[in-house]
Antibody, heavy 118, light 107 residues
Framework: QVQLVESGGGLVQPGRSLRLSCAASGFTFSSHAIHWVRQAPGKGLEWVAVISYDGSDKYYADSVKGRFTISRDNSKNTLYLRMNSLRVEDTAVYYC???????????WGQGTLVTVSS | DIQMTQSPSSLSASVGDRVTITCRAS??????LNWYQQKPGKAPKLLIYGALSLQSGVPSRFSGSGSGTDFTLTISSLQPEDFATYYCQQSYSTLRTFGQGTKLEIK
């Protein structure tokens, strides 16, 4: 069965960096674009970034552009999100989700919590 | 970026009621509109894709309609497990923006 498992979240001070991982299994990882979506406590869903199936194309929300970098290692079936210059407002649960072409995000991980606080 | 606006932001209803949630895009997105259900502490779940296609396993009381800029999600007869937050999302643009969500509560 399709599984996406995020890891790497935790408490970090403003201005510091963190790298999230998303381990995929149960499908051909290298055939799908993958997204990061976040949700601040008590708030709605915010799309963060997407990477194409082969890693050649990457797109970001304006709120993270220039600070976050999405990447993938298809040999390890793993997606990453490098987050630099973290801000308090980046505090959220971060989900990875599989892209189903133009049909939405059909599988999601359980999420990993990132807390940015001094 | 394409902005997605949902209404209402919250809704109180009773078991058995028919409810409708609307979603408006800031520009035409054809039929590239998806709906998700999220329950507290859980990841979102894809309900409807392509504006009107039901994801596998989703009960038939859920339906979607619309095209262009205006879309609706309808639940024909609310069940206790349907009380949750619902989000629309466009997949017309690579930057896959979400609506702000509609919280469906028990009256």
């Amino acid at each position: 069965q399709v599984q996406l498992v995020e890891s790497g979240g935790g408490l970090v001070q403003p201005g510091r960096s963190l790298r999230l991982s998303c381990a995929a299994s149960g499908f051909t990882f290298s055939s799908h674009a993958i997204h990061w979506v976040r949700q601040a406590p008590g708030k709605g869903l915010e799309w963060v970034a997407v990477i194409s199936y082969d890693g050649s194309d990457k797109y970001y929300a304006d709120s993270v552009k220039g600070r976050f970098t999405i990447s993938r290692d298809n040999s390890k079936n793993t997606l990453y999100l490098r987050m630099n210059s973290l801000r308090v407002e980046d505090t959220a649960v971060y989900y990875c989700a599989r892209d189903w072409n133009y049909n939405g995000l059909d599988y999601w991980g359980q999420g990993t919590l990132v807390t940015v606080s001094s | 970026d394409i902005q997605m606006t949902q209404s209402p932001s919250s809704l109180s209803a009773s078991v058995g009621d028919r409810v409708t949630i609307t979603c408006r895009a800031s520009q035409s997105i054809s039929s590239y509109l998806n709906w998700y259900q999220q329950k507290p502490g859980k990841a979102p779940k894809l309900l409807i894709y392509g504006a009107l296609s039901l994801q596998s396993g989703v009960p038939s009381r859920f339906s979607g309609s619309g095209s262009g800029t205006d879309f609706t999600l309808t639940i024909s007869s609310l069940q206790p497990e349907d009380f949750a937050t619902y989000y629309c999302q466009q997949s017309y643009s690579t930057l896959r923006t979400f609506g702000q969500g509609t919280k469906l509560e028990i009256k």
